[in-house]
């Protein structure tokens, strides 16, 4: 019978190094895509990863199975990101779609249109993915973590209120402003053309 | 249920996480309200469209990388709990810091500047000149030449010829 998760740490705890690996197989890649759609960074995201299993590794010897395995790996990963994004924040060149705008006024005016004709423009210039990408990209932080939580990871609501530390009322109202913005945002892709076969599925443990 | 409620609920029943009893209310919410209907419909689609978006898969290296930082971590261990104790970090810190001082002291202390060269020549001659004192026994043993009755003055003898002193060498 195949060990928990809980079970396999305490065995990591006690010094199995076999029942780290049995983890680092089975959440290596949920961790890498989900960092990778919080950072849009594959190269930080795996960074990210390896310090998620580095902090496991070093917190070995103090864990106690008080919550769901996946809850505190992902609630390590939700804390790097999103210290990562504020780190970075300066660095990153792209401009976002909901991006306010300038306030110097002798800054050249924007070229932003409603946002139909944005998402229209964008989707001759790159490709469907690149489009819902960025989208999933703009919503704020919080947001998004709960999106890629609830979407790709498939986690219930309780679980991801205990990774993002809020109520599971308050997680629904956040999951509604966002799939909203979403719904929004993605609108003439949705409708103009039929959305394509299933690509990137979530959690695959 | 409200339209409200409905909202509020509506991904998690799209996502098919709803429990059985709000999955139920939902479903007769929607089959009574063509607004949440059109609604739930337009999330329904945003949520196939988002699994266009190709899964971020880790690179082969991955785990060749991540095996090279845990073998590194007992070091880092070590170090991490080290520093964790103030008191001790902050011990060996104050005794690092005394052990720079004292060995940059030389080089700071004015007291201590290399000496002129023309004092160093004069005491380098004078040095020279003793070079009597090189040897530890005839240093060790002159006290003792005070303790000697003075030899009858020989006028043959040359003034500045010195005594023979034995060296404790079997006069070698």
């Known amino acids: ?205 | 249920m409200k339209c409200e409620e409905v909202s509020i609920e509506l991904m998690a029943y799209i996502g098919g996480r709803a429990s059985a009893g709000t999955t139920r209310r939902v479903e007769d919410h929607l089959a009574a309200c063509p607004e949440c209907r059109a609604r739930a419909e337009e999330f329904r689609k945003v949520w196939t469209v988002l699994d266009e978006v190709p899964a971020v898969e880790p690179s082969f290296g991955f785990d060749a990388r991540l095996r090279q930082r845990i073998a590194a971590e007992p070091r880092r261990a070590w170090f991490f709990g080290f520093v964790r104790q103030p008191r001790l970090a902050l011990s060996v810190a104050l005794l690092a810091a005394l052990l720079v001082c004292v060995v940059k002291l030389p080089l700071g202390n004015p007291a201590i500047q290399p000496m002129d060269a023309t004092v160093q020549q004069e005491d380098f001659n004078a040095i020279k000149n003793l070079g009597v004192l090189e040897n530890y026994d005839v240093v060790t043993k002159l006290g003792a030449l005070s303790d000697l009755v003075p030899a009858p003055v020989n006028d043959s003898q040359p003034q500045d010829q010195q005594p023979k002193i034995d060296d404790g060498n079997g006069g070698a």
């Open chain 1, 1 to 205: 019978m195949a060990r928990t998760d809980v079970e396999l740490m305490l065995d990591v705890k006690a010094g199995d190094g076999q029942s780290f690996d049995l983890l680092l197989e089975k959440y290596r890649s949920p961790l890498v895509n989900f960092l990778g759609r919080m950072v849009h960074d594959r190269a930080t995201a795996e960074d990210l990863a390896q310090e998620v299993f580095l902090r496991v590794f070093r917190a070995r010897k103090q864990y106690t199975p008080s919550a769901k395995f996946t809850t505190w790996l992902f609630r390590i990963a939700t804390n790097l990101a999103l210290n990562s994004l504020r780190d970075n924040r300066h660095q990153r060149m792209e401009v976002s779609i909901d991006a306010p705008a300038s306030d110097d006024e002798n800054a050249p005016p924007r070229e932003l249109p409603a946002k139909d004709a944005r998402i229209d423009q964008q989707m001759i210039e790159q490709d469907r993915a690149e489009v819902i990408r960025r989208a999933v990209l703009s919503l704020p932080e919080k947001q998004r973590v709960a999106v890629l939580l609830h979407k790709y990871e498939e986690m219930d609501y309780s679980e991801i209120a205990k990774v993002l530390e809020c109520s599971e009322s308050a997680l629904k109202s956040l999951l509604f402003r966002a799939y909203e913005s979403l719904r929004v945002q993605l609108a003439p892709l949705v409708f103009t053309q039929p959305a394509a076969s299933p690509a990137g599925k979530g959690r695959q443990a």
